[in-house]
């Protein structure tokens, strides 16, 4: 059993940033992470040629800016760049492998119990810790919808996170399912993506602990996290007065369950497992999903050669980069309605009547959706170009499928090679963190409303479930670091 003030659970960007902000104030921590690398939804589940959506000023973490000769719009290897040399310049020393298997509040001693399992060792330790952070974010789990016939599609059947690039599909037939930022993205990237000189790839490890479980002791008042040492196969537990769950929105790949979907015949991935288009040129690939993943490994798919096909059912705003840097500004000068008028009206000069092509614009404005529902608008790298060129071919949403051939809601019958899924993640924090209604819903997102999402009862954070980025991220670890700050104070003056 090990006993820390604070313990922080992932070491993604936001647990990062509340781990620098911790060392700043020097206020004693652990941070765990089941991975063997901190970022890992962007060092190991990030296509090739992502790119942050807004401007570097809009996306750096906390007591660290962006250098001022970087790009405006930082591409993947960049932003891991600044990721590895944030951790670094902060000392931060994530303990890796770590799986939370429970996290619970000891009502008793005021603090939380979570157990964690090392993943190697197979070893279980339990962390008490007198605060709980939560950095996991939002997307645990990437979701592919249960489609009729799915299972027996013959061709490639993958989610937006399991996509990279659009090589392996050059010359096939891709349909993309979501027409979100990664659903364009990925769209546009099928359609021209060229292959690229070398290929690098680094793994750096340190501690391996993936948390299996957290409560809150009662009697002790702190909590218990047991997590799981990948390495070496041992359960640890740590204890702590805090527990911080940084582990962000982005769990695991969410795959919906589409009829059919387990006997389809082709390749089925999520889009945190898509790397690059080389594996798919010369195939049909269907990308299901219309946010920004899935438009850009359509866009990264068509790049390549492959025939690229994508799903859209939702209504998307689609604006450029420049839109919403404008409207950010804006925003401090006036109402969110001005703006979003605004914003709309530009989009509709740009690209005119999408609803031709199958994109249809909401009535609700891109901020408002944003701030109410937590819905990005899609954010155009040259996808709608290629959809009104009719290179990539916007699809209606799926009924089911049989073996290879996919059966959409207007009864069309398509075949494809493979499906990648841009359907979102689902949050896993509630597996692990069995009181984890001190501060979350069922779904996994803050019972509290903004900004006091936050913060959760018995000394238990979440960071990284504003729906709103790295912004989002960098203003909820410095609120949660300056709360734990005054409390700490507080007993010292009492």
Same mark, same amino acid.
């Given at each position: 059993?090990?006993e820390?003030?604070?313990?922080?659970?992932g070491?993604?960007?936001?647990?990062l940033g509340?781990?620098a902000?911790?060392?700043?104030?020097s206020i004693?921590?652990?941070i765990?992470?089941k991975e063997?690398?901190c970022?890992?939804?962007?060092?190991?589940r990030?296509?090739?040629? &992502?790119?942050l959506h807004?401007?570097k000023?809009?996306?750096?973490l906390p007591?660290k800016?962006?250098?001022p000769?970087?790009?405006?719009y930082?591409g993947k290897d960049d932003?891991?760049?600044y990721?590895?040399?944030?951790?670094?310049?902060f000392?931060?020393?994530p303990r890796?492998?770590?799986?939370v298997?429970?996290?619970?509040?000891?009502?008793?001693?005021?603090?939380?119990?979570?157990?964690?399992?090392?993943?190697?060792q197979?070893v279980t330790?339990?962390?008490?810790?007198?605060?709980?952070?939560?950095?996991?974010?939002?997307n645990?789990?990437?979701?592919?919808?249960?489609?009729p016939?799915l299972?027996?599609?013959?061709g490639?059947v993958l989610h937006?996170?399991?996509?990279?690039s659009g090589?392996?599909?050059?010359?096939k037939n891709?349909l993309?399912?979501?027409?979100?930022?990664s659903g364009?993205?990925?769209?546009?990237?099928?359609c021209?993506?060229?292959?690229p000189?070398?290929?690098l790839?680094e793994i750096?490890?340190?501690?391996f602990?993936?948390v299996?479980f957290?409560?809150?002791d009662?009697?002790?008042?702190?909590w218990i996290?047991?997590?799981k /040492?990948?390495l070496?196969k041992?359960?640890?537990?740590?204890?702590?007065?805090?527990?911080?769950?940084a582990?962000?929105? =982005?769990g695991?790949g969410?795959?919906p369950?589409?009829?059919?979907l387990?006997d389809?015949?082709?390749d089925?991935?999520?889009s945190?497992?898509y790397?690059?288009?080389?594996?798919f040129q010369d195939?049909?690939?269907?990308v299901v999903g &219309?946010g920004n993943?899935?438009m850009?490994?359509s866009?990264?798919?068509c790049?390549s050669g492959?025939?690229?096909?994508?799903?859209i059912r939702?209504m998307?705003?689609v604006?450029?980069r420049?839109?919403?840097?404008?409207?950010?500004?804006l925003l401090k000068?006036?109402?969110?309605s001005?703006?979003?008028a605004?914003?709309?009206?530009?989009?509709?000069?740009?690209?005119? =009547?999408?609803s031709?092509?199958?994109?249809c614009r909401?009535?609700?404005?891109?901020?408002?959706?944003?701030?109410?529902k937590?819905?990005s608008?899609?954010?155009?790298?040259g996808?709608?170009?290629?959809i009104?060129s009719?290179k990539i071919?916007?699809l209606?949403?799926i009924?089911r499928?049989n073996?290879?051939?996919?059966i959409?809601? /207007?009864?069309v019958?398509l075949n494809? /090679?493979?499906i990648?899924?841009?359907t979102?993640y689902?949050?896993t924090?509630?597996?692990?963190?069995?009181d984890?209604?001190y501060?979350l819903?069922?779904?996994?997102?803050?019972?509290?409303?903004?900004?006091?999402h936050?913060?959760?009862n018995? =000394?238990?954070? &979440?960071?990284?479930l504003?729906r709103m980025g790295?912004?989002?991220?960098?203003?909820d670890v410095?609120?949660?670091a300056?709360?734990?700050?005054?409390?700490l104070?507080t007993?010292?003056?009492?």
């Open positions: 059993m090990e820390t003030i604070v313990l922080v659970v070491a993604g960007p936001a647990g509340i781990a902000c911790l060392t700043k104030k004693p921590h652990i765990l992470e063997d690398c970022a890992s939804l962007w060092k190991k990030t296509y090739d040629r &992502c790119h807004l401007a000023e809009f996306c750096s007591l800016p962006h250098a000769h970087a790009k405006k930082l932003f891991i760049d990721i590895d040399e944030y951790v670094s310049e000392d931060i020393r890796y492998f770590k799986s298997e429970s996290a619970s509040f000891d009502e008793a001693t005021g603090k939380w119990l979570v157990e964690t399992k090392n993943t190697l197979k330790i339990v962390f008490v810790a007198s605060f709980l952070v939560i950095a996991t974010g939002e645990g789990k990437g979701y592919i919808p249960d489609i016939g299972k027996d599609f013959k490639d937006s996170s399991e996509y990279k090589r392996e599909f050059k010359d891709v993309v399912v979501g027409c979100g930022n364009m993205q990925i769209s546009y990237d099928l021209i993506w060229e292959p000189l070398q290929l790839l750096r490890s340190r501690y602990h993936s299996e957290a409560s809150f009662e009697a002790k008042g702190k996290v047991e997590a /040492d990948t070496v041992v359960t640890r537990v740590f204890v702590a007065s805090f527990l911080v769950v582990t962000g929105e =982005n695991k969410y795959i369950n589409i009829p059919g387990k389809f015949k082709g089925i991935m999520h945190s497992e790397k690059s288009s080389r594996e195939k049909n690939v269907l &219309c993943s899935g850009e490994i866009y990264d798919l790049n492959a025939n690229t096909s994508i799903v939702n998307v705003h604006v450029i420049e839109m919403i840097i404008v409207g950010m500004h000068y006036f109402s969110l001005t703006v979003d605004l914003v709309t009206f530009a989009s509709r000069l740009t690209y005119w =009547n999408l031709k092509y199958g994109i909401p009535n609700e404005g891109p901020f408002l959706l944003k701030a109410t937590g819905r608008p899609v954010l155009d790298v996808t709608i170009a290629e009104q009719r071919k916007v209606p949403g009924e499928i073996k290879s051939k996919i959409f809601e /207007d009864k019958a494809f /090679d493979a990648i899924f841009a979102g689902k949050s924090t509630c597996e692990w963190l069995k984890y209604d501060i819903n069922k779904d996994g997102f803050p019972k509290n409303r903004f900004p006091t936050w913060k959760g018995n =000394n238990v954070y &979440c960071a990284r504003s790295l912004q989002g991220i960098s203003k410095i609120a949660i300056n709360d734990i700050e005054m409390i104070r007993r010292l003056c009492s």
